[in-house]
Structure formats: structure tokens, C-alpha cells
């Protein structure tokens, strides 16, 4: 039997970090693309800038070089901004849809290519429930995530029927690197998040990533195409004010 080949962005840290040692554990041969070169080893790694048509075509290169094929894609690479919408520059919105959305639309052009050529493959897009709602003070990082859903639902629409899945997961806030960051701009607190949730908890990176690796595996999701998952202890779901919600747990 063939080894499974999953490339992951934005590997080095967080979500993405978690992601690839899932997928190696489940016996993935795993491509690790970041900025910077990841602590953990991959099977491969692959520095540079996801927005850049140039690095994805060399990323593309060299997995075809030294696997021959690719069956999974994880789009994880992205940067966050909290900025009001009046101040927001045009070149922080510009870098911020470049990573976000663009960077992931060249991954699934290029490696997608590949697939359909095989008739397989599964794309695991990490949106954000920011891309299902709107939150103040993140109109880039919203809009990016909007985006990635569109692009999600569109190309499993073109691609579910020559063998290509599509879908994307959608995390609540997670503990990580950027989380952290974030939180030091003053933009919001623990609590600000968990009074949020149902189940009263931020995210774990382990989280996301059983949700991706359900996703990538055809045995277990075959026939799960264009769906936008989310991952996020119930914050959508709920339309309950904060003081109610905070009554119904123990």
C-alpha cells in the first residue's frame, strides 16, 4: 500500500505544528511548509512565502520530485490583524487576504492539478468561525475568512466529481503562538472568550487537528465535500446573552 503524502502550511507553530505530527502519527509522510524552518521534522521541508506564485510552484516541484504525488493539502498558514475597520491600511489588508486567501487558492490550483490527474485528494481549508460571523475590529482577517469558505464550497463544487473533496474547518479561538500575540494588543481576555463558548474551554491545537485528519482521510469522510466545520465548543450555535449562558454550567 502506497504511503499517504500531506503537505501542511504554516507548520511551524500552533494549529499547523499539531496538525503535521497528527497526520505523521496516522502514518502520513508529511511536507512542512512554514516561514521559518519548523522545530519537528517533516519527510520534507519546504521554506518560504505561501503568497508567492514562485515558492508554491517550487514547493510543488519538489514534492512531485521526491514523492510523486500528494493526496492531502492542509491551507493553515495565516496571520491575524486587530485593527478597526477605519484604520485598517490598505497594505494590511492587502498582506492579510494575501496570506490568508490567496496563499491557500495557488496551494489548491497547484497541488489540486495533481489530484484530479490521480482522481483523488483531499483539501482541508482552516478557515475560522470568523469567517461565519463578524467580529468587530477584524474586517481583513474576517473578510479573508469569508473568502476561504467561498473558495471551499466553489471548488468542491468543481472538483467533488472528479475525485477532489474540499472542505474547511472553522476553529473558535485556539491556545497558540498567535493567540498570545494578540492578547498582548489588550484586543480581548480568557474570559472574553470563554464566557463565549458553551462547553467553557478555548480550543486546544489537538482539537483542530482530529477535525483535519478526520477530513483528510477518505475511509472515514468519503463523502463529506464543501463543508464548512466547525470546531468551536458550540459558540455558533448558541444565541443565548453571556449571563444566561454562564448559568447553564455547573
Known amino acids: 500500500m502506497t504511503t499517504p503524502v500531506a503537505v501542511i502550511t ?20 508529511t511536507v512542512l511548509a512554514d516561514l521559518r524552518e519548523p522545530d519537528e521534522p517533516g519527510s520534507l521541508t519546504v521554506v518560504g512565502d505561501v503568497s508567492d506564485p514562485a515558492y508554491v510552484a517550487e514547493l510543488a516541484r519538489r514534492v512531485r520530485s521526491e514523492f510523486g504525488r500528494v493526496d492531502v493539502v492542509v491551507n493553515n498558514a495565516g496571520v491575524s490583524l486587530l485593527q ?3 484604520d485598517t491600511t490598505v497594505e494590511q489588508w492587502r498582506r492579510v487576504l494575501d496570506v490568508n486567501l490567496t496563499g491557500p487558492f495557488l496551494l489548491s490550483q497547484e497541488f489540486g492539478r495533481d489530484m484530479l490527474a490521480a482522481g483523488s485528494g483531499s483539501i482541508v481549508n482552516i478557515a475560522s468561525i470568523a469567517g461565519l460571523r463578524g ?19 466553489t471548488l468542491a463544487a468543481e472538483w467533488g466529481g472528479r475525485g477532489v473533496r474540499v472542505n474547511a474547518v472553522c476553529p473558535a479561538w485556539v491556545k497558540t503562538e498567535m493567540d498570545e500575540a494578540d492578547q498582548a494588543s489588550g484586543g480581548y481576555t480568557d474570559d472574553d472568550i470563554t464566557g463565549q ?6 480550543a486546544a491545537p489537538g ?18 465535500n464543501g463543508v464548512a466545520l466547525p470546531v468551536d465548543g458550540g459558540w455558533t450555535s448558541d444565541g443565548s446573552w453571556t449571563s444566561l449562558r454562564l448559568r447553564k454550567r455547573p
Open 135 to 153: 467580529i468587530a475590529d477584524r474586517v481583513a482577517y474576517n473578510t479573508s475568512k469569508h473568502g476561504l469558505i467561498g473558495l471551499t464550497r
Open 197 to 202: 463558548v458553551p462547553m467553557g474551554r478555548f
Open 84 to 86: 478597526p475597520a477605519e
Open 10 to 29: 504554516g507548520a511551524a507553530q500552533g494549529i499547523g505544528r499539531e496538525v503535521a505530527r497528527t497526520l505523521a502519527e496516522r502514518g502520513y509522510l
Open 207 to 224: 482539537d483542530i487537528a482530529s477535525a483535519v485528519a478526520f477530513l483528510a482521510d477518505p475511509a472515514l469522510s468519503g463523502y463529506i
